[in-house]
């Protein structure tokens, strides 16, 4: 099943007939742009393509009113003095003879995408659509926007796919103000957009962009907004609003859906958005979202207007979605800091992920229904089975298996080791990757174990113990912790420290040791395999114990290739202690682990930039980060 790609050519027909240098940025070059990268780089050809058809008036009406769609109807018989004289009385559109046959292809192609993902023809995909949507109104073109595709789709999916929940994440660098209204007393919708604000001093210039915007009636609590007062926003400030804003939300809403409003004037270069976040960032964004709602997302474009960024975040951003590994974030993991150059890297080679058995215990290593290894592939969701080389020896397997991941020939595994050699095996994998040269080592580990006596605590391994005796920092790089007592406090674990802290580090390589009575469900830990994967760029080896492990493999080879982890089922709220325990640990760890900081209050004016702004929690989502900021 691949990524469902919907697109029509005929939406590089609208265009800009007169001069207007705020709307001249709204050009057909971008599709044409995003697509020859997409076709160069090898990932079109790799996805489900759909061709566009225009959707129908009752579909537009799902949003639009009737007169407002007749409106746009017209104007493909006006001459260019009436499409001009039309588009002044809104606020940075222009309309062109092509415009509705153009709009109605985005609206068309953001609803077949949403069908392809909903009726499980595809299990994700991306729109690539003109005009955007996300700034019209029931009533008004916006923006450069004439129909809300976004808002359609969601509309379409509540109603006839009898959706519950669906989250919309606006990644765009302006609000999307058109969602926004359409949503604002709707608690089926979650609405999240961050945006350039600048006080309100940044287009559209509206009060309700504020975080105090949370929306109305039964959906307070169901807009969240995310102003960015400064420009300058780089990878870790979007990382830090995912992993400390919009996740702990999105998780406890538990999305049957979402649907993002990709634009990428968010990302480098970028003349709307002056951010410095770089193609990269939207891999990671993307793979965040694909934990939820069973890895139903679908991205529709948006914004993005400088050709070069904008397609290689589009091409990032398929990539993720195509379940490819990596790529690895660069820069300083420091919020609110100017990041270093734009680097853009070609797209990986084919990388196998090997599952071994140090004892052959009769565990599965090809996953049913899975063809065997291909090393000439692109698609890295294949498993090359070692046990049946009986040439190698049980160690020199999981050796060859260490030095695979850090060579990069392949990009996860899993190992099934008996319960008495736990540690030694670990010793062994922690000797072995630093013999190799490895310099940044994450050692996750589930259950009670403690640091090998014989390695140095010398910042080439971050040892972090979920599950241990007790609560210690005995250094930034040693940190135990117990296993927190409900599932909300075992997320916030998760996005509020186990990911910051392996963002920080950027390992080479993340081993993660999973002991049968750590005390976890299967579900939790293919959650924690599935989101760690993302920082480590794939190379994760986990190591499993014999006894649980016929059933942990089976959870955890799919999330570890890329798949979605299955739901973690009822939400039970972290336990006032499992806060208190959190918080203390960030307190000490912050100084060392900078993507750990949600606000920094004390930090006055020139600090002010560190601040998440969280507003007015929604109600019914408490558990989240309040407590520690
Ligand atoms: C979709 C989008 C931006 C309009 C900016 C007007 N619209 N200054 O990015
Ligand atoms: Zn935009």
Redesign the pocket.
């Known amino acids: 099943m691949a990524t469902a790609l919907v697109y029509h050519e005929d939406m590089t027909a609208a265009r800009l007939l007169w001069d207007d240098p705020?709307c001249e940025l709204e050009r057909p070059e971008r599709l044409v742009a995003v697509l020859s990268l997409l076709r160069l780089r090898g990932l079109e050809q790799r996805c489900l393509r759909l061709s566009a058809c225009e959707a129908s008036e009752a579909e537009l009406g799902l949003v639009h009113s009737p007169e407002y769609v007749a409106l746009v109807r017209e104007t493909q018989t006006l001459d260019e003095d009436e499409l001009r004289a039309l588009s002044k009385q809104y606020d940075?559109v222009y309309f062109h003879p092509s415009t509705f046959h153009c709009a109605r292809l985005a609206v068309g192609a953001t609803l077949q995408l949403v069908e392809a993902v909903l009726t499980g023809a595809a299990p994700n995909g991306l729109a690539l659509v003109r005009p955007?949507g996300?700034?019209s109104h029931r009533a008004a073109a916006n923006?450069?926007?004439v129909f809300n595709n976004v808002a359609i789709a969601a509309k379409h999916a509540k109603q006839k796919h009898g959706l519950h929940r669906i989250l919309i994440v606006d990644w765009?660098v302006?609000h999307g103000q058109g969602i926004q209204y359409i949503f604002e007393d709707d608690p089926s919708v979650l609405y999240f957009s961050w945006h350039r604000y600048e006080y309100g001093r940044f287009?559209p210039f509206l009060r309700e962009s504020d975080t105090d915007a949370v929306g109305q009636g039964q959906g307070r609590g169901f807009t969240v907004n995310l102003p960015w007062n400064q420009v300058g926003m780089g990878n870790a400030d979007y990382l830090a609003a995912f992993l400390h804003v919009l996740l702990p939300l999105a998780f406890e809403f538990n999305p049957e859906l979402v649907l993002v409003s990709a634009?990428f004037?968010s990302a480098i270069g970028d003349p709307?958005g002056q951010m410095q976040a770089t193609p990269e960032c939207f891999a990671h964004l993307t793979q965040l979202l694909q934990v939820l709602a069973g890895g139903r997302v679908c991205a529709v474009l948006?914004?993005g207007y400088h050709l070069d960024s904008l397609s290689e975040s589009v091409c990032m951003t398929v990539q993720a979605l195509l379940g490819d590994p990596g790529p690895v974030l660069q820069g300083s993991m420091e919020p609110c800091q100017r990041c270093e150059g734009h680097r853009v890297e070609g797209a990986g080679v084919g990388r196998l992920t090997a599952l071994i058995s140090l004892q052959c215990p009769g565990v599965h290593t090809e996953r049913p229904g899975c063809p065997g290894p291909s090393l000439d592939k692109p698609p890295t969701r294949q498993h090359e089975s070692l046990t049946q080389d009986k040439a190698l020896s049980a160690l020199g397997k999981f050796l060859f298996l260490v030095d695979g991941i850090l060579n990069g020939k392949v990009t996860c595994g899993i190992a099934a080791i008996p319960a008495c050699g736990k540690a030694a095996t670990l010793d062994v994998a922690i000797q072995q990757s630093l013999s190799r040269g490895a310099q940044r080592l994450l050692c996750l580990v589930l259950g009670e174990l403690d640091w090998p006596l014989d390695i140095a605590d010398d910042g080439r391994i971050l040892w972090l113990n979920i599950g241990g005796k007790e609560t210690a920092v005995r250094s930034a790089f040693h940190i135990s912790t117990p296993l927190p007592g409900t599932t909300g406090g075992f997320l916030n674990y998760i996005l509020g420290l186990v990911l910051p802290l392996a963002y920080s580090f950027q390992p080479e390589l993340v081993l993660v040791t999973v002991g049968p009575a750590q005390g976890l469900q299967n579900p939790h830990v293919a959650l924690l395999a599935a989101m760690l994967r993302i920082p480590a760029a794939g190379r994760v080896l986990a190591l499993l114990e014999e006894e649980s492990a016929p059933q942990l493999v089976t959870t955890l080879a799919p999330v570890l290739h890329g798949e979605a982890p299955p739901s973690l089922g009822p939400f039970l709220m972290a336990s006032p202690e499992d806060i208190q325990t959190l918080k203390c640990l960030r307190a000490q760890l912050e100084p060392r682990w900078k993507l750990l900081q949600v606000a920094s209050e004390a930090q006055g004016e020139a600090g002010s930039c560190h601040r998440v702004p969280l507003g007015k929690p929604p109600s019914g989502t408490n558990y989240t980060d309040q407590a520690c900021s």
């Open positions: 705020e940075a955007p996300h700034h923006g450069f926007c765009d302006h287009w634009g004037d709307e948006e914004g």
